[in-house]
């Protein structure tokens, strides 16, 4: 950034268009006379570079003149400089890869499109930590909390149904990303659990992990992912290859309900990838990091270079001034 600390000084500035007019004006109006025998040898004189280059010298007083106003003016060189104070979220996907999330009622079936809305919610955020927990029968962290996104990513992008014997732990998935946050020093701490059925594995039930979450300050985002009815779900028969079989749908939206409730988080029912994408969304508007940043500018005095330029330029109109273009009385 640049500026001047006193700009007033500037209006002088308007004076160098009139000293040069009154100079050349002058100079046109001096004359003078000499008597000559005969006119043929001024006729034949040309003018001397001495005599032409005597304008030089006005024209340094008038630069000097200009870096002098300009260095009154006082010219400064900022730098800007901030400081960013954030406070972070920290947030634990709780993801369901149970056998029955291969069903393709949310394109192109319901884990891929979980793992690849997630990837995209994931991209988004920054200064926020995100850890990853897996459950089908039993529960896993995949990966504990951490600012390195492309972990997480990577960890996103192999998971794969059939990893873990197959079930719905829903409560032993929650519970899991629960303890990871409960030693949390972050202002706010946050599980986003999908899940497309009913718990009916492990040993912990999803309400009493939902008060255990309540207990720590954990909110619980929770998403039903599945369409109302039947959908399509893929079975490898040995005999006809690939083939789809109409499957019932089995959200538990009372219980996700409840425990979004608990915790002050809310409940979303994705029907589809546009509305699974939309809850995505709303949660990354809901749970925002708080950034404060403060901005300084850092200002350096530039007139001392404008000063030493008026310095040389009088210092060059003065030398030939007092010997080539010296004037004898």
């Known amino acids: ?71 009154l003016a006082r010219p400064q060189a900022g730098a800007e400089s901030r400081d960013s104070l954030t406070e972070g979220i920290d947030i634990v996907l709780a993801l369901d890869i149970s056998g029955s999330m291969l069903a393709e009622d949310i394109k192109p079936n319901r884990v891929e499109a979980a793992k690849q809305v997630a990837a995209d919610f994931v991209q988004g955020r920054s200064n926020d930590r995100i850890g990853l927990v897996i459950f089908s029968g039993e529960a896993y962290t995949q990966c504990p909390l951490t600012l390195d996104y492309g972990v997480v990513l990577n960890f996103l992008d192999t998971l794969r149904v059939g990893m873990i014997e197959d079930g719905t732990a829903m409560g032993n998935g929650l519970a899991t990303a629960v303890n990871r946050l409960r030693d949390s020093k972050a202002r706010s701490k946050v599980v986003i659990l999908l899940t497309d059925g009913r718990n009916n594995r492990g040993e912990i039930d999803p309400v009493s992990a939902g008060q255990a979450a309540q207990a720590f300050g954990v909110k619980v985002y929770t998403i039903g992912a599945g369409t109302h009815g039947t959908a399509l779900y893929p079975v490898e028969d040995t005999l006809f290859g690939k083939r789809y079989v109409p499957m019932q749908v089995d959200v538990d939206d009372q219980t996700l309900t409840r425990i979004a409730d608990l915790t002050g ?48 330029l009088v210092l060059a109109e003065i030398v030939p001034a007092h010997t080539r273009y010296r004037k004898l009385p």
């Open 265 to 312: 988080g809310k409940y979303f029912r994705a029907t589809d990838r546009g509305s699974l994408e939309k809850i995505y969304g709303e949660i990354d508007r809901m749970e925002k990091t708080k950034i404060e940043v403060k901005e300084y500018t850092r200002y350096s005095e530039l007139f001392h270079y404008f000063a030493g330029i008026s310095l040389l």
């Open 1 to 71: 950034m640049f500026r001047f600390a006193d700009p007033l000084f500037l209006l002088l500035l308007s004076v160098i268009p009139l000293l040069g007019w009154w100079y050349f004006r002058r100079q046109r109006a001096r004359g003078g006379t000499l008597r000559f025998s005969h006119l043929g040898v001024v006729k034949e004189a040309q003018p001397s570079s001495a005599g032409r280059g005597r304008h030089v010298l006005f024209v340094l007083r008038l630069g000097a003149l200009c870096f002098l106003i300009v260095a």
